[in-house]
Nanobody
Framework: QVQLVESGGGLVQAGGSLRLSCAAFGRTFSSCSMGWFRQAPRKEREFVAAIGSSGGNTIYAASVKGRFTISRDNAKNTVYLQMNSLKPEDTAVYFC????????????????WGQGTQVTISS
């Protein structure tokens, strides 16, 4: 069992930065691959980034590649999403998720989900 709690969301201007954190509670965090997803109003949830259990494998959605960086600290049971050069279209609720299957862009393989944190980018 893994419980996930996101933090770090907020309101920033376009071009700004935010760092999201996702704290995991449970003994299996270091064996889980972690993902970030987002959902904008009236849109489907979409993949943002994912990282393997050891941190050595990362994948990104094309829309955020080069602007966002996913990382993790297994000693702190935390995964991060550093978001730079933010755009109004990045506005969404951001969720972190955990899976024991492996790095994947498909939300269906992620068993554990946080409640989400709101990110709003003003133009």
């Amino acid at each position: 069992q893994v419980q996930l709690v996101e933090s770090g969301g907020g309101l920033v201007q376009a071009g700004g930065s935010l760092r999201l954190s996702c704290a995991a509670f449970g003994r299996t965090f270091s064996s889980c691959s972690m993902g970030w997803f987002r959902q904008a109003p009236r849109k489907e949830r979409e993949f943002v980034a994912a990282i393997g259990s050891s941190g050595g494998n990362t994948i990104y959605a094309a829309s955020v590649k080069g602007r966002f960086t996913i990382s993790r600290d297994n000693a702190k049971n935390t995964v991060y999403l550093q978001m730079n050069s933010l755009k109004p279209e990045d506005t969404a609720v951001y969720f972190c998720a955990a899976t024991t299957i492996g790095v994947d862009t498909n939300s269906n393989v992620y068993r554990y989900w946080g409640q989400g944190t709101q990110v709003t980018i003003s133009s």
